[in-house]
């Protein structure tokens, strides 16, 4: 099985800062990387697939890079609503394994 | 508009079994792969398996392979997760999602509380 490892597993950090999330595969998974944001309470939201492609409707301020086993995503100018967890998954057509997950919490 | 509705809140025993659904519309159900997704209490996500509605054709995680039966129905749109013999442990949140061709998790359903207690 891949092993997805992110990092931090917390950040604490402040509106308007620049805020970077690591995700490492434990083998190459090409581009095939998504990203997830997921309030308390709520289901998952889908924010970039294939590593760098941004999801219809989300802010211009979340990018995603990588590509092989090392991944990132990265929020240019925090804002109140991104205070959540984030979660990193590489995918196939069948199957699939998440990251961890990184809180990113209001400093 | 794209949705996935899932069954409400379920309160169970050990031992007991359980069938929770998740029904989509909006879109051709039997043309995408549906996916469930498990979050124990304060924990990450976790990929259990995917179904193919069109055909059946279903994919385990190795967590999950034996431990869950996934299922379809597509006359009425629906996927479904069940158990045979709840634990303790299967006490978590249940996420059901649409899967595009590639793999990834586009749409969520609301998710399903399963709390398994004595």
């Known amino acids: 099985d891949i092993q997805m490892t992110q990092s931090p597993s917390t950040l604490s950090a402040s509106v308007g800062d620049r805020v970077t999330i690591t995700c490492r595969a434990s083998q190459r998974i090409s581009d095939y990387l998504a990203w997830y944001q997921q309030k308390p309470g709520k289901a998952p939201n889908l924010l970039i697939y294939?590593?760098?492609n941004l999801e219809s409707g989300v802010p211009s301020r979340f990018s995603g890079s990588g590509s092989g086993t090392e991944f990132t995503l990265t929020i240019s100018s925090l804002q109140p609503d991104d205070f959540a967890t984030y979660y990193c998954q590489q995918y196939n057509s069948h199957s699939g394994t998440f990251g961890q997950g990184t809180k990113v919490e209001i400093k | 508009e794209v949705q996935l509705v899932q069954s409400g809140a379920e309160v169970k025993k050990p031992g007991e079994s359980l069938k929770i659904s998740c029904q989509g519309s909006g879109y051709s159900f039997i043309s995408y792969w549906t996916g469930w997704v498990r979050q124990m209490p304060g924990k990450g996500l976790e990929w259990m398996g995917i179904i193919y509605p069109g055909d059946s054709d279903t994919r385990y995680s190795p967590s999950f392979q034996g431990q869950v039966t996934i299922s379809a129905d597509k006359s009425i749109s629906t996927a479904y997760l069940q158990w045979s013999s709840l634990k303790a442990s299967d006490t978590a949140i249940y996420y059901c999602?649409?899967?595009?061709?590639?793999?990834?998790?586009?749409?969520w359903g609301q998710g399903t509380l399963v709390t398994v207690s004595s």
């Open positions: 294939k590593a760098s």
């Open positions: 999602a649409r899967q595009d061709s590639s793999g990834v998790l586009e749409y």
